[in-house]
């Protein structure tokens, strides 16, 4: 496991998405949405919304990577107090904020703060979460963001033992990821 740090969670399943789209026997699709800022969370917010509108049950996992802990001479990870008592205050308010926009939409969801490297953590998150997708923001058409963002997708597609990663575009429909 390449994440060093597990951070308090929050679990949250909103009255009225606890009764929706409950079917005997119905599975759930367990999402992963990576949260760099809190813009991220609309894409697969509304990717989770419109599985819910075509009866498909979505359970969200929230997930914030931090930077792993400096290494001391020794090899072992230096965690100052700060680091292990409390989280970085604009991460916790971020992640209320997702989490808010999730409640509104009434989207079942965790939130996960690990530390790391990004993108093996966000593939072990999704293997110890047990995610089934890792929804990305979809790029925009400007020339930079695409080549930044394209990257990592392409990246975590390629490095993924079973999740599928998916690009969500601004309206929430679901686009594959180029390898």
């Not at 075509?54 to 792993?68: E, R």
């Not at 999730?102 to 703060?113: M, P, Y």
Request: hydrophobic share 40%.
């Amino acid at each position: 496991m390449h994440a060093s740090r597990l951070a308090p969670q929050r679990h949250r399943a909103p009255d009225s998405a606890a009764g929706a789209c409950d079917k005997p026997g119905q599975d759930t699709l367990l999402l992963l949405l990576p949260v760099k800022r809190a813009s991220d969370i609309i894409y697969g917010a509304r990717y989770a919304r419109r599985l819910q509108e075509w009866g498909i049950k979505v359970s969200v996992s929230l997930l914030h990577v931090t930077p792993a802990p400096r290494r001391c001479a020794d090899g072992l990870p230096r965690h100052s107090a700060s680091e292990c008592d409390a989280l970085d205050p604009a991460t916790q308010h971020m992640m209320h904020e997702a989490g808010l926009y999730l409640s509104r939409s009434h989207i079942s969801f965790s939130t996960h703060i690990f530390s790391g490297e990004l993108l093996f953590t966000i593939l072990d998150a999704a293997e110890l979460l047990g995610c089934h997708e890792v929804v990305l923001p979809a790029q925009r058409h400007n020339g930079w963001p695409r080549r930044f963002s394209g990257g990592l997708a392409g990246k975590l597609a390629r490095g993924s033992r079973g999740t599928t990663i998916v690009l969500a575009n601004h309206e929430g429909v679901s686009s594959p990821v180029p390898v």
